[in-house]
Each structure stands twice: as C-alpha cells, then as structure tokens.
C-alpha cells in the first residue's frame, strides 16, 4: 500500500475543497455529504472531519477563496487598466465579474441557486455578501485618482448575482459576452440615477 504524503495543513485542506467541489458541482451542495467528500478526497474519515465538521463549512471556504480570486482580479484590473470616470471604474468592475471564467463561478451560481431552501446557506450568504463588500470596497480605495468604492452596493451586488446565475446555469454565456458594452452601460445607467437621488 502507498503512503499518502504528507502535505501542510493549508495543503490538505485545499485538496479537500477541490474535491468537495467536484462532488458539489456533480450532486449540487444540498445533495452532497460529507461521505461523498470523504469519498472523492480518498483521505480517511478523521483526516476530513479534522479540518471540516460540515460542507457548509467547506463551501464556506470555497467561496472564501473564490472572494479572494475576485479581489486579486480587480486589483489587477485597476492598476492596468484605463477608466474614464469612477462611474465607468464601477461598471468595467462589474462586467468583468459577471464574464469571467474561473472555477469558483459554477459553484458561486450553485450557491447562489441552493440558498433560498437553506437556511445555513442564507446566512452564509449574508455573512459572504458583507465581507465581500467591503473587501471589493477596499479593493477599489487602492487606486486613490478613481476610486470606485462608493459606487458597491446591494442593488449592484444582487444584479451582479443574477446575471451570474445566467451566465452558469442559463447557458447563455455567449449573449452575455456579446453585449458586455449594454452591461456596463446598465450599470452606468444605474449610477447615474443613484448620482440624481
């Protein structure tokens, strides 16, 4: 029998997170037990049960992980790219957030789907939604000539969602990357209606 190697806790946990996700994005989260990640990891019972008590806890990690991803994208994006407004900052920020492709966007759009019929999930959501906010909000503060941070709010952030869940499960990749310019020019829409309130 081979040994397993011996990997740093950081390590381990990360390998069972991407087996979980796979499970998850075969069964769906709410389908998913922690014997099918136990499964899928081919690590032992207690070597899971170390680092997670539950798939709430992992998805919770996921998305964690999916948030930083994002972050580090937007960061990225602000420090080459050119804007012409803070407004137009917002919106280029957001279009690129509903098209890109990673690996965390189908199980951000599982999430998403699966939170409204669970309770666990619905406070993960909120917790995420807040966390993530503010991240984004500091996010945008490092460019300090346009500084989009002001424009981050739950209507952007739901809107943001929906065409997520559009993008992943809707099959519609294509529509929504064809008319990126009419998103941005919602979103800027947008903004300039909360500039007139």
Avoid: W
Wanted: glycine share 6%.
């Amino acid at each position: 029998m081979m040994k397993r190697k011996r990997l740093l806790p950081q390590e381990r946990k990360k390998e069972i997170r991407k087996a979980a996700a796979r499970i998850f994005k075969e069964k769906g989260f709410s389908a998913t037990t922690m014997e099918d990640v136990i499964a899928e990891s081919g690590l032992s019972t207690g070597g899971v049960y170390h680092y997670y008590k539950n798939t709430a806890d992992i998805l919770y990690d996921l998305m964690e992980e999916g948030n930083r991803y994002r972050i580090n994208e937007t960061v990225q994006h602000i420090r080459h790219g050119s804007y012409t407004s803070s407004q137009d900052m917002a919106a280029q920020f957001i279009a690129d957030k509903i098209l890109d492709e990673n690996e965390y966007k189908p199980l951000y759009a599982l999430f998403l789907l699966e939170k409204e019929h669970n309770p666990k999930l619905q406070e993960l959501y909120t917790r995420l939604k807040t966390e993530g906010l503010q991240e984004m909000r500091d996010a945008f503060a490092v460019d300090q000539t346009v500084d989009g941070s002001g424009y981050l709010d739950d209507f952007l952030f739901v809107f943001t969602s929906a065409l997520t869940i559009g993008f992943e499960c809707l099959q519609e990749k294509e529509i929504l990357q064809a008319n990126r310019e009419a998103i941005v020019a919602m979103v800027k829409a947008y903004l300039e209606y909360c500039l007139k309130i």
